[in-house]
């Protein structure tokens, strides 16, 4: 049956939301990596792990340093078988030049290995930020283009609830209804003005979501094509997405690298126990305005070069207890190692069987679609022949709008799994996102 006026201006309306200058998902996201505040936070933190590589390095390096000092010097000096005495003021200064180069320092160099280790952790935990954010931007604009979806659901059902509204009034005034038709549709449209009232809010909410990730706010999104095709996940083996993940993951990388810097701590605290070398060097001048030995002012000029050989004998303990402390922490890293092992194949489990879930989900809801549209309408004329009552159409209105809003919810978290399921692999990228745009209209 031809879809009344109101019907159409309000499917309109809620279409004009989709039209021409529609932000699309990449331009979001694109405004989300520059705005968002927790990608910020990751990529600063990146910056301060990369420096830990100066720093470990540094260890193993020589260093230098410069030291001056001058001093004012007053004396007065009483000889006591003359009862005379003697003042004397006067300068004394100095400097040095002084080098130290380890020679063997094993601590320092297992620390210089751990410092590659957190260089490429810190490294690591931007890139999984970066995940995130593509997940967390993809989840907060398809839940504004369902907000609308539902919204404009809701628009549709109140306009044709306010349709039957009216059939039903005419039809009780000329006595071919009763009025319980009229209090039925009543009670649908006032329903369906509460539910709308409630759709606009959550849009809202949504809406500031978004903004909260990009600090924009955009007038229209770009929904997804009419009929669009979700193509299934490749490999189609729920096996290999799980052997994928134990590996790929990267909060699995993350535990694997932290497990790594927890063993080498270990022998880093062992090193407490060995003795250290190093090559030692100075070079400077001193000088005083008197001196009792040569009875005036003098200046001397020294350097030194040597090795200095340091060997730890006891040290109450200790170096022993930490390097036991050492021991259990690389165990706590070792369970956590397992346990990312094992929430990587549960969240690929899970986003392999969503997105499964998902497509037939979608290709039920797409016939569910079809056949309420055909029952709407044969209930419809059924109404207008007496052979059907004015809640069979309202039942057939309610079952074909909540059937469309399910479709839906069903396309947009279907997508949301797949981004879910690369990213538990350790895999998604932002070409995984433009991929996802194409979709868009």
Not at 357 to 383: R, W
């Amino acid at each position: 049956m031809r879809l009344s006026l109101k019907i159409l201006v309000a499917l309109a309306c809620s279409a004009s939301a989709f039209t021409a200058q529609a932000a699309d998902l990449m331009q979001v996201y694109r405004e989300a990596a520059a705005y968002d505040a927790q990608y910020a936070a990751a990529r600063a933190q990146r910056d301060a792990g990369l420096e830990k590589l100066p720093q470990g390095r540094a260890g193993l390096l020589p260093t230098l340093g410069l030291s001056a000092n001058t001093t004012w010097n007053e004396s007065d000096t009483t000889l006591r078988a003359y009862g005379t005495t003697v003042s004397r003021n006067y300068n004394s200064n100095g400097w040095s030049v002084s080098l130290s180069q380890p020679l063997f320092r094993w601590q320092n160099w297992v620390g210089y290995k751990q410092s590659e280790l957190t260089a490429a952790l810190a490294e690591v935990q931007y890139v999984q930020a970066g995940q995130d954010l593509i997940v967390r931007v993809a989840q907060a604009y398809f839940d504004v283009l369902l907000a609308q979806e539902t919204l404009a659901t809701a628009q549709a059902q109140k306009a044709a609830i306010a349709e039957q509204l009216e059939a039903a009034k005419r039809s009780f005034e000329v006595g071919t209804a009763t009025i319980t038709d009229t209090h039925e549709a009543q009670a649908r449209h006032d329903l369906a003005v509460a539910t709308e009232i409630a759709a606009e809010n959550d849009l809202a909410v949504k809406r500031q979501v978004l903004r909260t990730l990009t600090g924009k706010e955009f007038d229209a999104l770009k929904g997804l094509r009419p009929g669009v095709r979700i193509d299934p996940p490749q490999p189609a083996d729920l096996g290999q997405w799980v052997s994928f993940a134990e590996t790929g993951n990267l909060g699995v990388q993350l535990a694997q690298t932290s497990f790594e810097i927890a063993s080498r701590e270990i022998e880093k605290q062992r090193a407490g126990h060995y003795p250290t070398l190093d090559l030692v060097a100075s070079y400077g001048r001193s000088g005083s305005g008197y001196s009792s030995t040569a009875g005036g002012g003098i200046e001397v000029k020294s350097s030194t070069i040597g090795l200095q050989l340091a060997l730890p004998l006891y040290a109450g303990g200790a170096v022993s207890s930490r390097e036991r402390e050492a021991a259990a922490l690389n165990e706590k890293a070792r369970a956590d190692l397992d346990n990312a092992r094992r929430q990587a194949a549960l969240a690929a489990r899970q986003a392999y069987l969503g997105v499964n879930s998902g497509l037939a989900q979608v290709k039920a809801l797409e016939a569910g679609v079809a056949s309420s549209q055909l029952a709407l309408e044969s209930n419809k004329l059924g109404y207008e022949v007496g052979v059907r009552i004015n809640i069979d159409v309202l039942n057939a209105q309610s079952q074909l709008y909540d059937t469309k809003q399910k479709l839906a919810k069903a396309r947009l978290d279907t997508l949301i799994a797949q981004l879910k399921l690369k990213a538990a692999a350790g895999t998604l990228t932002e070409a995984d996102l433009a991929s996802i745009n194409a979709l868009l209209e």
